[in-house]
């Protein structure tokens, strides 16, 4: 195998193994998916029937070919799995939530210094075509200075799935885990860490019995964040709405990544990430004769440039665009949301 070329392990072959990882990893070059962990079933054969299918993360690991590891298993797994495989000298990419703690994760970066490994967070939604747009207004200074920023992810989903884990007790379930560290990951990434948090994390479905909402403020100077997720919006809110001294941008809509990796389609593909004119954001700004509405080319959205990232790094051609540190200071902000939630002054 060419020196350039990194096996890939990837470690659990449910949603988001097989939807967000597997195919992605696939479409980034000098990466080579070539062993995956599927405890059961036989899917992953037949997706990828040239790729080794073991039962355990330990069968994966005696491949001393394989360099880097992914693990795409549930939330209370990725802690103990990531820190095997750093033991084992590998590098690693745990998907969102990084860990259950904030120990841990500093604990699993202090390993991964001490080892000399590369540690990532699959922060995926970076890369996703509108908030590569908000990034740009924002560091082109159109909006003037940002008074407040506003990022929703909002679903209507009535009945909760007893059957997902996500849906039910136990650690890392619930959406402020599941949402939260893509909304909180893009806030660090704008505007860094804030002053002060508050946040009323909460159950609004009849059945939900782990938070499925939640409203997180963040303080800045001069600056407000809020970051929203519900599984009650029958309709959607806007998914960005950013304000400043000279106007505003609204924007709603979803990546299309995200559908077109479940549809089965193909990352790198013509028209790949690029989303249609009728669903571009508005920019409006006030004027000497009134406010000027214009829409808003969306930038193409593109996954893979996490894994083309993760794969220099390795290759010591770039630094490390979501480290460890980073994914421990997420975590430590969703604590402190949780936190605050308990804290409600009682009026009277």
């Known amino acids: 195998m060419p020196a350039e070329i990194i096996p890939v392990g990837l470690v659990g072959f449910g949603i988001a193994g097989r939807t967000f990882h597997a195919p992605v990893i696939r479409a ?62 590998r590098d690693v990419v745990v998907d969102k939530p990084f860990t259950n703690t904030s120990r841990e994760a500093e604990a699993l970066a202090q390993l991964a210094r001490s080892e000399g490994r590369v540690l990532s967070v699959f922060q995926n939604r970076r890369w996703d075509g509108d908030f590569l747009t908000v990034r740009k207004l924002i560091d082109s200074g159109t909006l003037g200075r940002l008074a407040l920023f506003e990022s929703h992810y909002d679903r209507y989903r009535l009945a909760r799935r007893p059957n997902q884990w996500r849906e039910t007790t136990g650690p890392g379930s619930g959406v402020l885990f599941d949402i939260g560290p893509h909304l909180v990951d893009q806030a660090l990434v704008l505007f860094g860490m804030p002053q002060a948090i508050a946040a009323d994390v909460r159950i609004e479905r009849e059945d939900a019995v782990v938070d499925d909402a939640f409203d997180i403020m963040l303080r800045y100077p001069k600056l407000s964040v809020l970051l929203r997720a519900t599984m009650l919006a029958c309709t959607p809110g806007p998914r960005f709405v950013l304000n400043g001294t000279l106007g505003t941008y609204i924007k709603y809509g979803m990546d299309p990544q995200e559908d077109a990796l479940k549809a089965g389609g193909q990352p790198g593909t013509p028209g790949w990430g690029e989303e249609d004119e009728s669903r571009r954001g508005t920019l409006t700004l006030a004027g ?20 083309a990232n993760v794969r220099d790094a390795i290759l010591l051609k770039a630094p ?22 308990k804290k409600w002054l009682p009026v009277g």
């Open 288 to 307: 000497e004769n009134g406010t000027v509405r214009r829409p808003v080319r969306t930038e193409p959205g593109d996954y893979r440039e996490f894994y």
């Open 28 to 89: 980034v070059p000098g990466l080579q998916l070539s062993c995956i962990v599927q405890r059961k079933g036989d899917s992953a054969h037949e997706k990828y029937p040239d790729v080794r299918v073991v039962r355990n993360i330990d069968e994966l690991l005696v491949d001393k070919s394989i360099q880097l590891v992914v693990i795409a298993t549930p939330n209370a797994s990725h802690f103990d799995f990531a820190r095997q495989c750093l033991v084992a000298g």
């Open 320 to 341: 490390l665009a979501v480290t460890a540190q980073h994914g421990a200071q997420v975590i430590r902000l969703l604590e402190l949301a949780r936190e605050s939630s």
